[in-house]
């Protein structure tokens, strides 16, 4: 599964619709209204960055059936293992397959998973990436960034 969020991250400032920020303690509310916004839009091309702000370090969600990408681009070595045990306890597999043309061509990594439909594991999820992966206080800022 393959998602075009790599290319949405590219053009993210002209696609933003709209962004809103929460607490990490306060990440249920603001996660379930973005779900619900991806699971409402018919084209089902549209995607939902939970991103703290200072660091930068994000989730990303995709679609109607809330897709789950991590890639690894944000992950250091450590975050990288976290995330490889948290993952797995989600049954979030990591995929590795190449990107590119020619000369340009390299290999991505990514957690990905289509959780068809499921907001409370799209958020048990989220919380646990930035709880037990990036290891952020309860008192982080965390950004939602629609992508469309």
């Not at 948290?86 to 390299?106: A, N």
């Amino acid at each position: 599964m393959r998602f075009l969020f790599l290319a949405a991250l590219v053009v993210i400032l002209s696609a933003c619709s709209r962004m809103e920020e929460t607490t990490l303690a306060n990440l249920r509310q603001l996660a379930s209204q973005e779900f619900q916004w991806l699971k409402s839009e018919p084209s089902g091309k549209t995607g939902v960055i939970l991103e703290e702000r200072r660091t930068m370090k994000f989730v990303q969600f995709g679609g109607r059936s809330l897709s789950v990408d991590l890639p690894h681009q944000t992950l250091s070595r450590e975050e990288m293992e976290r995330a490889e045990r948290v993952m797995t306890r989600f049954g979030v597999k990591k995929e590795v397959y190449p990107l590119g043309e020619g000369s340009g061509r390299y290999t991505q990594t990514a957690f990905q998973k289509d959780l068809n439909g499921d907001e409370a594991e799209a958020f048990r999820i989220a919380d646990a990436v930035f709880r037990e992966i990036y290891l952020l206080p309860s008192d982080a800022k965390i950004t939602a960034i629609r992508v469309e």
